[in-house]
């Protein structure tokens, strides 16, 4: 456990819903799929690549009809690609109401972890999301049907990020966990990291910043909840900073892959400017870190205490160490990337550092 109590490495129960979550298990893929909203936009991959594919690279297939999909999901095309729903709204992405069957509260999670805001996923073999941290909260993740596989590493672990294509929320690795490059990145040489396969009633716990890159070894069904912690504001402050300056350097920029699909509405509004400007104006008094730690345990401790005593008590429920070496290439094995020909990647992603954030936060500060 951290010093302010709050657990700060990951944590795995085995089987744990079982107990909690018995209804929900009964279901198979099937009925999953018979439940869902259609049409809905799919991500589609090439099962075939040793390399991890980023979100902008594989293709995204909108208005997708519940006969298409189905027709996709049990045909010989699963052969050589692979399929993702996912990012789903939970609440909203079925045909009836399903939230009693998801019982966050049975995990000791208050409302404050705001349940209306879980995701849904169902991916088969092969579907993956590339390395990344989120920037907010922890996560909490619940494996309902197949096996999907987490490979985490240290927040303090150089995978060397970067904030292109930009998309709040998340910041991405540049090393291909899957296949990582010795050469070109070195610092991911003999790096820690921790492997957990997930299966039908398992639940994992996601401390705040930890890398992770998942991929689904068969067809695999999950629910997942991004808890947000008081200690968010610091990074809200970060977030809002990084795309006032972003939008400055893409203005006028036809370089669309300098940001991702999902942030091109929202930087082409001059409205959300103005949102972010304000947030910034009223935030920018010195949050205290420590004392923002403090509520995040005072918030979660009924969750903190559902770990601990899951710890102590049950056989099932291990704390987990970074304990497998990344092995890592000696030869060049990295795919090029059209981002790396971009002269604006290098100086953005210096800009976007912690530590220049940290410092143009601090002068808003004095000269408020």
Partial sequence: MSIMGFPNQPFHFEKVLNELWPEILTWDVENFLSELKFPMTIRTGQKQSI????????????????????????????????????????????????????????????????????????????????????????????????????KLFYPGHELTPTR????????????????????????????????????????????????????????????????????????QQKEALTKLLLRKFTLGSEESNLIHSSEIESFASNEQEEIELN?????????????????????????????????ETNPNCKRLEPNIELKTSTDCCCLNDQLDKNPWKNVINSVLQNNVLEAALKNLVEIS
């Fill in 279 to 311: 947030f910034l104006s009223k935030s920018k008094k010195n949050l205290d870190p420590k004392t923002l730690q403090e509520e995040d345990a005072i918030v979660y401790k009924d969750f903190i205490e559902f770990l601990k005593r899951n710890l």
């Fill in 51 to 150: 390399f991890s594919q980023k979100e902008s690279e594989v293709s995204t297939v909108a208005s997708v009809t519940k006969t298409e999909f189905l027709r996709r999901f049990h045909s010989k095309i699963c052969l050589h690609e692979w399929f993702y729903i996912d990012y789903k709204n939970a609440e909203s992405v079925f045909t009836k109401d399903i939230t009693d069957l998801l019982d966050w509260y049975k995990l000791n999670l208050p409302e404050a972890a705001n349940y209306k805001d879980a995701a849904f996923w169902l991916g088969t073999a092969g579907a993956h999301t590339p390395c990344h941290f989120d920037t907010y909260g922890f996560n909490v993740v619940v494996q309902l049907k197949g096996h999907k596989r987490w």
């Fill in 164 to 235: 292109l294509p930009f998309e709040e929320t998340t910041v991405y690795s540049q090393v291909d966990v899957r296949r990582p490059c010795g050469k070109c990145f070195p610092s991911s040489k003999g790096l820690k990291m921790i492997v957990v396969d997930m299966r039908e009633g398992d639940v994992l716990y996601v401390p705040k910043h930890w890398w992770h890159f998942v991929e689904c070894i068969e067809t695999a069904v999950n629910v997942n909840l991004w808890c947000p912690l008081p200690s968010d504001k610091i990074d």
